[in-house]
Nanobody, 123 residues
Framework: QLQASGGGSVQAGESLRLSCVASPEVSRIAPVGWYRQAPGKQRELVAAIAGDSRTRRTVYADFVNGRFTISRDYAKNTVYLQLDRLTPEDTAVYSC????????????????WGRGTLVTVSS
């Protein structure tokens, strides 16, 4: 139901755009979250976006600090994660998740995960 792509190897300060292609039912109604997992670390939420096309509420982790932008294109059944001003600390496997809801600014993940895409940032 979910397929992530767009990862690669870049230098610090550069940008990447990740794509998560979802099945139509996921794209239309479900919130979607982007997570990442660095070597030896736990998986953590990066950003999430609501399924409601009217509000398109978003949630960001504190470490994003305005560098990343999540968006969705309903026509293409795709959720994007624009990564700008990357640092070596952003090196990780990035995955997308079909969520259950976003409540009070908190993203509640679901059990459906897409295969991740590797982002490597060198200094």
């Amino acid at each position: 139901q979910l397929q992530a792509s767009g990862g690669g190897s870049v230098q610090a300060g550069e940008s990447l755009r990740l794509s998560c292609v979802a099945s139509p039912e996921v794209s239309r109604i479900a919130p979607v979250g982007w997570y990442r997992q660095a070597p030896g670390k736990q998986r953590e939420l990066v950003a999430a976006i609501a399924g409601d096309s009217r509000t398109r509420r978003t949630v960001y982790a504190d470490f994003v600090n305005g560098r990343f932008t999540i968006s969705r294109d309903y026509a293409k059944n795709t959720v994007y994660l624009q990564l700008d001003r990357l640092t070596p600390e952003d090196t990780a496997v990035y995955s997308c998740n079909r969520g259950r809801t976003i409540q009070s600014g908190t993203y509640v993940p679901g059990v459906t995960w897409g295969r991740g895409t590797l982002v490597t940032v060198s200094s």
